[in-house]
């Protein structure tokens, strides 16, 4: 997932390699694994200030929605009980109000996303349906207090 910002000091009239991804690792059973690499283009011919969204293909697509999920889901929490900061000690109080605005936005942004998507990317994994329906759960459930 790679993201960039406006204005970048990018040609974007041209292909631009974005990132050169490699991995390796240790299996359980002390094994090294090393895949190969994976470079990362920006198609050509893009407005340096667009805010359309690009995605390579639809897994990474799935990939931004699912990590932009699991980020509304924790902030949301954080807004609606507060929070102790492990670094600084600082307390945020519950605000329930900024908690069902940051849900209420979301639930659109998702429906876009997903849009086109598979329910499912495999049999192990869940569904977008499953994962909308934690934030509408969520939503719901502050909204009841």
């Given at each position: 997932m790679v993201r960039l910002r406006p204005g970048a000091l990018v040609d974007f009239s041209m292909?631009?390699?974005v990132a050169d991804i490699a991995m390796s690792y240790t299996t359980p059973e002390g094994d090294?694994?090393?895949?190969?690499?994976?470079?990362?283009?920006?198609?050509?011919?893009?407005?340096?200030?667009?805010?359309?969204?690009?995605?390579?293909?639809?897994?990474a697509?799935?990939?931004?929605?699912?990590?932009?999920?699991?980020?509304?889901l924790h902030n949301a929490c954080d807004d609606a009980y507060g929070y102790y900061g492990y670094y600084w000690y600082d307390y945020s109080t519950a605000n329930h109000a900024q908690a069902i605005e940051r849900l209420t936005e979301f639930l659109p942004y998702f429906d876009a996303l997903a849009e086109g998507l598979e329910d499912r990317a495999s049999d192990a994994s869940r569904s977008l349906s499953v994962e909308?329906?934690?934030?509408?759960?969520?939503?719901?459930n502050i909204q009841d207090w």
């Open positions: 292909e631009n390699t090294k694994e090393t895949h190969p690499a994976v470079t990362a283009v920006l198609s050509g011919g893009f407005d340096p200030d667009t805010t359309i969204n690009y995605f390579e293909n639809d897994s697509k799935r990939a931004v929605l699912l990590l932009n999920t699991a980020l509304v909308r329906a934690l934030v509408a759960q969520l939503l719901a």
